[in-house]
């Protein structure tokens, strides 16, 4: 069934409080929820019905005011609980019973390597017991459990833990109360034997926080970084948006077993392991970035998505997209902006953009959807935070905060809209963002077209912007955005010539399909910098000369742009050469490009993280939406002729690079230390692309492997090495699964580095990989480490035109679709843009997506993005 938008109404009924109560056992868990209802004064609805929706779990009995209700009572189907309660007020009691062991979905309550989590958001509450689940309805909570005390001896749930104490018969039980009224999708249940790292942060109030991370005691020594990371994010929450913590303890659980990255439940975060755990002998700097900005997103919410939530599911963005915001800006604070705002717009330019060309493209706030957990998109969360960062600019980093200030003044507590958010936004500004907003009701990606010209005799520069946006699956027509573009003019000598409020860069505000925007004054002929700091997510139609991308390389002020005219020219490289093996032409490496490249490389590199990102050549997913039908074999060897290339004929300089940056001291996350490694490895990586391999290229590298006192360096070798055949890579990979073979999360790595191998027996080693005893479909993890990677992170061999990749990932899917339906839709992606292909591909795709669609009990997850996907054809 589909859910719209403009569906909403009010609840009808409200809830006061729910104390619940969970006895714990590991098939047959009882639930019992006694909760106070009361009519809703705003609802226009008078049904006198009571709805309650409830999946997946055996109803025991209900009571209405204690009074035990006969079968024709009420009324109980496979997805919700309705009954007649006759009054205004009442308390109901509900028994249910759940089974965590059997529920492979990981939604609800469920058990990860014996012991028992939740995961609520956003429709699981209803797999725990019958309740309203939907946002908008906040309540008191009251949690006990009950567990045995060998296997369960600890004992969490949301807010503070009010009694605790002995049941008799080997059992405890603890009672947690939680003081914030807040929707069941933030309720959290943690119960198994862990341990305890503490901390503690004391607010800017002086208030004393206890901070708390659990895990499994393996991994006891693994949580100095998140409690790191924890710290800094409640220090600058206060710092930049004055925002304390409210709660007398935090705490953060890691589970092995979780479908996303973490979960914000209130008080009592629940993360995937992978996002918490990490040293240097297991965890890369990539890693190391990426748990600070999840435990830092996570932290956020506490305002951004509990005080404040949302009203209804269409509105997600409120929370996700301005929480991405917030974590984007403390990562930059924390490590190098410039790197990060790079990492950030390669995820909208490789994924967002491709949804949202394709037949799932959705607006930040979608208008409908079959199954609420497919709109945890790139759109929503990554998008969405583009849209914040837009308001940013728009209305300047001190209105914005004002706005802030007035959207908690206002919505403390409630559960509000997307509009809300806007209207706070406007009017803490006066900034009129009517025009704004339809960013948020408009899918699609804008095209800037961008034409410059210098009016020699009129010392004037005039700047012609039209905007455009192709129609998506049921919009067709749109009407014109309003988009800050932040540009800036360099002079013969690479300074800024226009002074602007960020100095030397001038906010434009293109709200018309047609508009030129004019700047005296200029005395020569400028080069264009455009769209500095990707200042809005837009694709931009600009025809810059290799001279003018190779300038804007070597001196624009703005980091960013600096990246983007490599990225840019390297864009131009690969797909010339892609064009040429396309019309058998014999492929030739430009040599002004090469220029281009050696410079950078002799250049004293201030930033090295940056000259790394620089030099690396954009990704096949990223440069087959610039072809009109891709070509995945043309596209692989185009970019692997550039690359083989760079590496002749550029080696001393790479070399020299190499061993520059080889020093490896006391090791250290830091930007410069995390810069200096990336440069190093890309180095790396280019010097072992040689064909023929290098010899004594080949044994630095397997030095680099058997050396490396950390995660980093060791996967950048083995990365290369994956990538040739032979007896080496074999011993290699063994060598690192049998040191490795304890560690989940760095075996996931080891999964990964096979499935995203371009050697042409990789689909036969991933299929074979499914059979080790280290993979499991029931872990998302794995999944995504192994049948994940191959299918969308190994662009050509998963695109073989002998279709055996589509065959193997549809057999996955539809495996994955009896045991864990949000996993088995996520992993459709790569099948959802099958119309860019050619017609032999094309029709193998579609044969796969009607194979999916005739599966039995196909779920819903599945069906809705298998079957938008056909009809897109
Ligand atoms: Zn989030």
Same mark, same amino acid.
């Given at each position: 069934a589909t859910r719209r938008r403009e569906d909403y109404r009010v609840p009808e009924y409200l809830v006061e409080e729910i104390r619940l109560t969970f006895q714990l056992y590991a098939e047959s868990t009882v639930v019992t929820a006694d909760t106070v209802y009361a009519v809703n004064q705003q609802s226009t609805d008078c049904t006198g019905r009571l709805q309650l929706s409830g999946e997946n779990m055996e109803l025991v009995e209900v009571r209405l005011d204690g009074r035990r209700l006969e079968a024709d009572e009420f009324e109980v189907s496979a997805m919700d609980l309705i009954l007649v309660p006759g009054k205004d007020r009442f308390e109901l009691q509900v028994v249910t019973r759940i089974d965590p062991v059997a *529920?492979?979905? /990981?939604?609800?309550l469920y058990c990860s390597n014996g012991n028992y989590c939740t995961q609520c958001? =956003?429709?699981?509450?209803r797999r725990i017991t019958y309740f =309203? %689940? &939907? =946002? %908008?309805v906040l309540a008191r909570f009251t949690t006990r459990i009950e567990g045995d005390r060998q296997t369960c001896p600890v004992l969490l749930s949301n807010g503070n833990l009010i009694e605790s104490g002995e049941l008799g018969n080997g059992r405890h039980y603890a009672v947690w109360q939680d003081p914030f009224p807040k929707p069941c999708y933030l309720f959290a249940l943690v119960a198994g034997r862990l341990v305890a790292i503490d901390d503690t942060f004391t607010t800017r109030s002086g208030r004393d926080i206890a901070l708390r991370i659990f895990v499994e005691a393996r991994n006891r020594d693994l949580c100095d970084h998140a409690m790191r990371s924890l710290k800094k994010a409640m220090q600058w929450d206060e710092d930049v948006y004055g925002l304390e913590y409210d709660l007398d303890v935090f705490m953060i659980v890691a589970v092995d077993d979780f479908n996303m990255g973490a979960m914000e439940n209130k008080g009592l975060n629940i993360f995937n392991s992978r996002c918490v755990l990490a040293s240097p002998q297991s965890a890369t700097d990539q890693d190391f970035l990426g748990i600070e900005g999840v435990v830092a997103h996570e932290y956020f919410h506490n305002w951004t998505g509990n005080r404040v939530t949302c009203r209804d599911w269409f509105q997600l963005s409120l929370k996700e997209g301005l929480t991405v915001f917030r974590d984007q800006e403390f990562s930059s604070d924390m490590n190098s902006r410039a790197v990060q705002r790079i990492d950030d717009v390669q995820l909208i330019r490789n994924f967002q953009f491709r949804e949202d060309s394709g037949p799932m493209a959705h607006p930040v706030r979608p208008d409908a959807y079959v199954e609420i957990n497919n709109f945890y998109t790139v759109t929503v969360y990554n998008k969405g935070a583009e849209v914040i960062r837009m308001m940013h600019t728009l209305l300047g980093a001190a209105d914005f905060r004002k706005g802030m200030d007035l959207y908690f003044a206002r919505h403390d507590g409630q559960a509000v809209t997307c509009d809300d958010f806007v209207a706070a936004m406007a009017d803490a500004s006066g900034v009129d963002l009517g025009q704004f907003k339809r960013w948020y009701s408009q899918a699609g990606t804008p095209v800037v077209k961008v034409s410059g010209q210098w009016l020699a005799e009129k010392r004037r520069y005039v700047l012609r912007l039209r905007q455009s946006c192709p129609a998506t699956p049921g919009q067709d027509g749109k009407e014109p955005f309003h988009i800050p573009i932040a540009v800036g003019l360099l002079d #013969? &000598?690479? &300074?800024?010539m226009l002074n602007g409020d960020r100095d030397g860069t001038r906010v434009l505000e293109l709200r018309e399909r047609e508009q030129s925007f004019s700047f005296p004054d200029i005395g020569e002929k400028p080069v264009l910098s455009f769209l500095r700091g990707f200042s809005a997510p837009v694709k931009v139609e600009l025809d810059q000369s290799r001279e003018e991308l190779a300038f804007l390389l070597a001196h624009d002020t703005d980091l960013f742009n600096r990246w983007y005219a490599a990225s840019k020219l390297s864009e131009i490289v690969v797909m010339e050469t892609v064009a040429r093996l396309q019309a058998n032409a014999q492929p030739v490496l430009d040599s002004d490009f090469v220029a281009a490249v050696r410079a950078n490389l002799q250049r004293p590199a201030s930033d090295k993280a940056l000259l790394a990102l620089a030099l690396q050549l954009p990704a096949e997913t990223y440069l087959a939406q610039q072809m009109d039908t891709v070509d995945p074999v043309n596209l692989h060897r185009g970019r692997e002729f550039v690359r083989s290339q760079l590496s002749s004929l550029l080696a001393d300089e790479f070399r020299r690079i190499y061993d520059d940056n080889n020093e490896e001291g006391e090791y250290r996350i830091t930007p410069e230390a995390m810069g200096r490694r990336s440069l190093k490895n890309v180095a790396l990586a280019y010097l072992m692309a040689r064909v023929p391999t290098d010899e004594e290229i080949y044994a630095l590298c397997c030095g680099q492997y058997a050396e490396a006192g950390n995660m980093t360096d060791a996967i950048a070798a083995l990365s290369c090495v994956t990538r040739i055949e032979g007896r080496r890579r074999q011993e290699i990979l063994h060598h690192f699964y049998t040191r490795w073979q304890a560690d989940p999360l760095v075996l996931d790595k080891w999964f990964t580095l096979q499935a995203v191998s371009p050697l042409a027996d990789t689909l036969a080693e991933v299929t074979r990989l499914l059979a080790n005893p280290s993979f499991s479909m029931k872990n998302p993890n794995k999944v995504r480490a192994l049948i994940g990677a191959f299918c969308s992170g190994n662009h050509y061999r998963f695109h073989d035109v002998s279709g055996a990749g589509y065959a193997f990932l549809t057999d996955r899917i539809i495996e994955l679709n009896a045991t864990n339906p949000q996993i088995a839709a996520r992993m459709l992606s790569p099948l959802t843009?099958?119309? &860019?292909?050619?017609p032999v591909r094309q029709d193998l795709i579609r044969r796969q997506l009607e194979r999916i669609l005739a599966v039995? *009990? /196909? #779920?819903g997850d599945v069906y809705e993005i298998a079957r938008k996907s056909l009809q897109a054809g």
């Open positions: *529920n492979t979905a /990981l939604e609800g958001e =956003p429709e699981g509450f =309203p %689940d &939907r =946002p %908008d #013969s &000598r690479g &300074r800024d843009v099958w119309k &860019r292909y050619d039995d *009990n /196909l #779920s």
